[in-house]
């Protein structure tokens, strides 16, 4: 008890996250140095075995915290009655851009937890994250062909090549940097890549 109230520091926990989730964009990585995450963060490594168990703990945490604020957003866009089909798919690919933007490392951690977890776990980040969106995808689909904007394509390979578009770009650093002499990723990259990729995948989906 007395451990506990000694190693309780106010905010720690998000803090924790932050530093991770920097340090991992910012070195184009999947895995943390602890050593680091103390040094950046300020905080006393002993914190991530406090709040987490170990750096397995926070990375599934820090997917947590990650991927339920996109599944949260996704459904309140279904849910808007005031947007047409065509509309909400072109808001929902611009922010899944700006998502990768912030997140770049996000599909690959999810990909590696999947993998690396015991069953139980797999399934769960399986059923919390994946097969929501994945629905989601099936929605906007079906609406959109529904209302005759688009067309009859398979959702489930429309969700990998939407959220393909999105991840491959901004995990992509080492190329960006060797073939194109981009060092960075940047807002105005940012921007560009948005609109060239709403305009490029709606294209394709478009009845008309």
């Known amino acids: 008890m007395e451990q506990a109230e000694s ?4 905010g720690a926990r998000e803090l924790l996250l932050q530093t991770a ?4 964009r910012e070195g184009d990585v999947v895995d943390i140095s602890l050593s680091e995450l103390s040094l ?8 991530v075995k406090y709040y987490f168990g170990n750096k397995a703990g926070l990375l599934k945490a820090l997917l947590d915290r990650d991927m339920a604020n996109i599944v949260k957003s996704v459904d309140a866009l279904l849910a808007k009655d005031d947007m047409d089909p065509e509309a909400k798919l072109r808001r929902h690919i611009s922010k899944s851009i700006d998502t990768y933007f912030d997140y770049p490392y996000l599909n690959r951690l999810l990909m590696r937890l999947v993998r690396d977890s ?9 059923n919390q994250y994946l097969l929501p969106l994945q629905s989601a995808y099936n929605r906007f689909i ?7 904007v688009f067309r009859s394509i398979d959702p489930e390979l429309f969700y990998f090549t939407a959220t393909g578009a999105a991840d491959r770009f901004f995990s992509a650093r080492l190329v960006l940097k060797h073939c194109f002499n981009q060092d960075a990723l940047t807002e ?4 560009r890549y948005r609109q060239h990729t709403v305009d490029f995948v709606m294209a394709g989906i478009l009845a008309r």
């Open 7 to 10: 190693l309780e520091t106010p």
């Open 21 to 24: 989730s920097a340090i991992m």
């Open 40 to 47: 950046r963060s300020g905080l006393n490594s002993a914190l």
């Open 118 to 126: 015991d069953e139980a776990e797999a399934k769960r980040i399986a």
């Open 142 to 148: 079906v609406d959109g062909v529904k209302a005759g």
């Open 188 to 191: 105005q990259l940012r921007d």
